[in-house]
């Protein structure tokens, strides 16, 4: 009887060990390829978090500095229009006055207000130009910013998933987490090359 | 008999012996890099919330600027009204009365200029301290960048005893070291 059943009892046991080991195997494959997943969606984070970063930061510095340029386009308008008071004083009193030294005066001082009006508009101009272009940069970094966001988000929650669904073994969340990584991945990328949505 | 026991309860080799010194290697690196890229990290704030007063301040020195510019505008109209009037003006009297007029009219476009200068100069200080913090805040980004990689990199050679995983995040852990030293001291 014991030789009877001894065989079938270690061939139980072997059985058992092998489909452990299996499963093992399998198992640690799986969660090897669940960690290498879960490195790659951490570095893509890093990367997002740190341009998204960046982008609002530009947003900030960038609409600061076009503020400030607004600022002197006024402060260049107000002195524009100073002379445009004088001028208008200056040519009253041209049609009062009898001396020549007074007319000439005015004259001189006629052609200096002339002069300065046309440079405020120059520099107003070129001041418009540069405030035009800081506006398309703020655009451009407000772009950045929401696919950055939208990208870091995603791939937070594919980096939850995956890793709940490493701790409890559910396969169908680490591929849930992998879809939100891969869609969150590609907004990411739509953020450093405006793939799509670029006005 | 005694010895026997003693070694099968304690049954460490030398390989495993250097896996768990390994282990605690590994451990150690990993807590170091997050210690300083925790401490980095709150610099860098400190760094961007400095460099961001300074902008402000600098922004607002600028409006103070032009404004003090506007003012020196309209004395300077104020003088050249008065100039004409004095070539116009017949009598002494009406002469010193003008003369009178313009004398703190010219003390204050004097005042204005030399303000405006001290001005200009608080704002070019601050325009150069702005550009050492920002390039004192580039380098603790790309510093902290380095670090969250390496911190990952070593976290999963932990789990999965990858050796080289571990020495690949220590070389990312000291470039990104080098970074934030830079971020400190401003070398390059």
């Known amino acids: 009887m014991a030789d009877s059943t001894g065989p079938n009892e270690s061939d139980q046991k072997q059985a058992v060990q092998q489909e452990q080991s299996q499963e093992g195997g399998l198992s640690a494959r799986l969660t090897q390829w669940i960690a290498f997943t879960i490195t790659l969606m951490a570095i893509a984070t890093s990367f997002t978090s740190s341009a998204s970063g960046n982008a609002n930061g530009d947003i900030v510095n960038l609409t600061h500095t076009e503020t400030n340029k607004w600022a002197y386009f006024q402060a260049k308008s107000m002195k524009e229009q100073i002379f445009n008071t004088k001028q208008l004083l ?16 005015i004259e001189s001082m006629l052609s200096k207000s002339k002069e300065e009006v046309t440079r405020f508009q120059q520099e107003k101009k070129a001041l418009q130009a540069e405030v035009d272009k800081l506006h398309a940069d703020v655009k451009t970094s407000e772009f950045k910013a929401y696919y950055f966001g939208i990208g870091l988000q995603l791939l937070q929650i594919g980096i939850l998933c995956a890793s709940v669904g490493a701790l409890f073994a559910f396969v169908w969340l680490w591929r849930v987490g992998l879809v939100f990584a891969v869609v969150g991945f590609l907004n990411s990328l739509n953020g450093w090359y405006s793939l799509w949505g670029a006005g | ?37 925790a401490i980095s990290s709150a610099v860098n704030t400190n760094v961007t919330t400095e460099s961001g007063v300074l902008t402000e301040k600098q922004n607002n020195g600028w409006s103070y600027y032009q404004a003090k510019s506007i003012k020196g505008y309209l004395y300077q109209l104020q003088a050249d009204i008065l100039a004409l009037e004095d070539i116009k003006a017949e009598s002494k009297e009406a002469k ?75 070389g990312l852990g000291l470039v990104g070291a080098a970074y934030i030293v830079n971020g400190y001291l401003a070398f390059f």
């Open chain 1, 90 to 105: 200056l040519e009253v009193e041209a049609k009062n006055v009898k001396t020549p030294e007074a007319k000439s005066y």
């Open chain 2, 1 to 37: 008999m005694a010895n026997e026991t003693k070694e099968n309860t304690n049954p460490r080799t030398i390989d495993e012996l250097l896996k768990s010194k390994l282990v605690q290697l590994i451990a150690l690196t990993t807590t170091v890099f997050a210690v300083i890229a």
């Open chain 2, 96 to 170: 010193a009365e003008i003369a009178k007029l313009m004398a703190p009219v010219k003390q204050k476009l004097t005042t204005y200029e030399s303000e405006k200068d001290a001005i200009k100069a608080d704002i070019e200080k601050m325009d150069v301290r702005i550009k050492v913090l920002e390039k004192r805040s580039s380098n603790f980004g790309t510093g902290l960048l380095n670090f969250e990689i390496a911190i990952v990199l070593v976290s999963v050679g932990a789990i999965f005893s990858m050796t080289a995983l571990w020495l690949l995040g220590l």
